[in-house]
Every structure is written in structure tokens, then in C-alpha cells.
């Protein structure tokens, strides 16, 4: 394994037209030699971006379409080396598209996504949700989470937090840093580099008694969001049998602009 980047303002630099490598603060927090996977599914919404910019330039439709879906599956650790990640597009077109991406290290997929692009048109006239917006981050009190939770990406994230009970918790997260250095992303890739952070938000269980890591993550937007906050509103349920699920709507300043799943493996920390 190469040593991740000491400490640019950034999670990742680019290494070549599909490789990135981490920087120290691309640092998980379950084990200090693994990647987050927060800012590993920005970085993939980003290489997405980069692809269909290119298809774009090459004449195939990628303008007028938004992300509406997308789906990770986390293949195992995700060590903190170099990332390759090569995108294709399956179903091309013009009102509907959907593309993979695949994230490998040292030749070994590590994450497989899928994203659904639909075309977009005016329905302001029916739109409306049951979901509330949150309350401004201002409302919210600053949580230290490096308290509880270790690792490079916890400590470079700012955190406004409101808990209610165990495994229920709302918050609003923003960071200061590039997702891959010099380079802009988008509104959803910067969106996405923030939101599986909501499994470390509401916890049921201390994570020094349990482990709960999640092996995937599902995003669905209704509409685009904005903003350099990612509002979290999240429920946490544990299973009897060693399964767990987080369900958070998702929002930006301006109210809720999606879900997100993920499943959990809930088991003792060894030791404890």
C-alpha cells in the first residue's frame, strides 16, 4: 500500500485520467488503513460527471438530464491507496441514461455503482413532499464527532447536530475542502461526498461495544440540491439477527431533496 498525500486541502488528487489518490483526510473510521466511504462516492459521482462531459463533447447527449438514483456496492475495506474508477454507459439516451462505475485498488473492484439519469422538465405546478424541511444549520449546535469517531475525513468535516434518542438524529455537515484538488465538482458529487456520514450520526450503540459498518449506500433525489450543506435527518433500527438499516431524507438549505438507505452488519466489536 503507497502512503496517501500528507494533508493538501483536498480528499483526493489525480494521478491520471482515472486514477486519484487519497489524501490523509480520505481516512475512515473504522480502521485507520481504510478509506471512507463518504468521499469515495463523491469521487465516483465525480469520475461520472467526467465521463459524460466527454460523451458530451463527443456528440452524445448528456445535457437536460439529472441524477436521480444512485447505488453503491461496497465490495469490502476500501484501503487508502490509489483508486482507478472506470465508468461506462450501459443505456444510453436522451430522456433516460444509466451508467456504471467501477473503483478498483492494485486491480481488485472495490466499489460497483450504478446511477439512473432522467431528463428533466417543468412539474413546479405538482411538486410537493410529506417529508419537513430541517431547521437552518445555525439552529443547530456545533458536535465535535472526532469525540467519538476517529479518522482523517471525520476530523476535516464541520458538524451541527441535534440527537434526540439513540439511533435518531438530525444534522448538517459542510467541509471546506476540494473533493479531488483543482478541479470544480458538481453539486452532486459535492452533495454525495458528505451523506454516508449519516450511519456515524444517530447511533444506537457506542461504536467501541459494536460494529455497524454499511456494505452500501442508495441515493434518490427528486430534486438537485445546492449549497455547501448536506442535511441529514436519520433513523437507525437494528435488527435481531445482526442486520441494521439507516434511512435518512436528505436536504439542503432550501428543504429535502431525497433519500438515502444503507444496510448494516451489526455484530460486537471484537474484544469488547
Known sequence: MTSPTAAPESYYQRTGEH??????????????????????????????DHHRAGQQVAGRPAEGLAL?????????????????????????GRT????????SIAGRAVVRARAWFLAEQDTSAVAGTHDEPLPAPEEFEPWPMSEQWPGGYIASVEVRRRSTAPGRAAAWLSTPLQLVAGEP???????????DTANGIAVREQPDAWMFPNTDLTVHFHRRPGGRWTGLDTRVSFGPAGHGVTSTVLHDVDGPVGRAEQILTVRPMPGS
Open 68 to 92: 436521480a438514483r444512485i447505488s453503491f456496492d461496497i465490495l469490502g475495506l476500501i484501503a487508502l491507496d490509489e483508486l482507478e474508477i472506470t465508468v461506462e454507459t450501459l443505456r444510453p
Open 185 to 195: 465538482s458538481s453539486p452532486h458529487a459535492a452533495f454525495i461526498a458528505l451523506v
Open 19 to 48: 486514477r486519484y489518490k487519497p489524501t490523509a483526510h480520505a481516512q475512515g473510521a473504522w480502521h485507520p488503513d481504510e478509506q471512507h466511504f463518504s468521499p469515495v462516492g463523491g469521487l465516483i459521482v465525480h469520475a461520472i
Open 96 to 103: 433516460i441514461e444509466l451508467v456504471e462505475a467501477v473503483a
